[in-house]
Each structure stands twice: as C-alpha cells, then as structure tokens.
C-alpha cells in the first residue's frame, strides 16, 4: 500500500526531530533518519562520528539496526533529512537493499521540504542482495 500524503509527512517530520540529535563535532553535516515498518512503526536515527572517523555511523545505519535489533525487517519507507537534501550513501544502500529493493526513500531538507521519493531499486541497481547468495 502507498504511503498517504499524511504518514510520508509524519516520517519526514520524525526525521526532522530527530536530527537534532546527531552527534557531528567533525562534519557538522546533521542527518535525521525516520523508517517505517510495514506495521507503520517508526524507528528513528542519527548519525554518530567518532574521533577515529571510520567508526561514524550514519543516520539511516543507525535507525535500521535499531529496527532489526528490535524484531523487525518489512519496511515500506525511509525518511533522509539533511540540510540540502543529501541522498543516502552507498553503504547505507546496501543495508537498505538488504531488507528490500521496494523501500520508498524520501529525501528532504532542512525545513522539512521533500525534495524526491525514489527507491532503494533506484539508488543502488543491479544489488548484491540476499538472493545473490542462492546457488544457481
Ligand atoms: N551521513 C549520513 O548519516 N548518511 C548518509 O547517507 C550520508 C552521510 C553522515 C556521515 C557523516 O557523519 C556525515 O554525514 C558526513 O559524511
């Protein structure tokens, strides 16, 4: 089922929220991340850098496994809000292929704008997925 008009803008305002909380002394660049399970429970995330700076994680990483670590893996739809409307990164794609080439990803911006709603498919085509795994 399509998201209404009404649960994208209570995702991309959880996002919104929870951007505040990021923890950027590095890169000053704040990224919120709201997911939505199929059963319409949000799960929020923030990115999280670290003075050795590959151990930063990002917003969306952050807000996926608190989901899966939590039970759950059916998502229908993420929300990236950052202050110019930045697209998730290649790794945070590849964790969104994961658990399904369907999801809705929808960026915004700082104001809580949405600039695009694309899909995981769309972000990251011909994924390594779960069924490249399968012996054929
Ligand atoms: N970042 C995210 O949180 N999500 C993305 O998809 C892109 C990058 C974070 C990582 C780092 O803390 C900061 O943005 C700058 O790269």
Redesign the pocket.
Known sequence: MPLSTQEIQTLIQAAMEIRQFAY?PY?N?P?GAALRTKAGRIFTGV?I?NAAYPQ?I???RTAIFKAVSEGERDFDAIA?VTENG????GG?RQVLAEFGMDTLVLIADGNGRLLRQTSVAELLPEAFTPESLKKK
């Open positions: 950027v890169s660049y990224v990115n850098e930063t990002c917003a969306e990236v930045g697209t998730p990164c945070c």
